[in-house]
């Protein structure tokens, strides 16, 4: 089995910059698809960015342009960089596998990432 572990969240004013790591430990990490997704209050868990086991990547929207998605297979870890941050980006953020059916996965603690002046 797979553990997941997130850091690097904070706060930070609007246009200011994060990056986010997921460390993973347990599993074979290479061969899996991943993703970060985030959390609102009063709103629903949505994917932020994917990115396959050969590297492509997917960005909702909301981010694109501003975030990056990237992993090092090597030391098992995933980041996701984050630039030009808005207020809107408050949420709570998580790394999980990158899957269709969300409600299949299981969520860690995650790291908190605040944007306010």
């Known amino acids: 089995q797979v553990q997941l572990v997130e850091s690097g969240g904070g706060l930070v004013q609007p246009g200011g910059s994060l990056r986010l790591s997921c460390a993973a430990s347990g599993s074979i990490f290479s061969i899996y698809n991943m993703g970060w997704y985030r959390q609102a209050p009063g709103k629903q868990r949505e994917l932020v960015a994917g990115?396959?086991?050969?590297?492509?990547?997917n960005y909702a929207d909301s981010v694109k342009g501003r975030f990056t998605i990237s992993r090092d297979n090597a030391n098992n870890m995933m980041y996701l960089q984050m630039n030009n941050l808005k207020p809107e980006d408050t949420a709570v953020y998580y790394c999980n596998f990158y899957v269709q059916q969300i409600r299949l996965l299981t969520w860690g603690q995650g790291t908190q990432v605040t944007v306010s002046s």
């Open positions: 990115i396959t086991s050969g590297g492509i990547t």
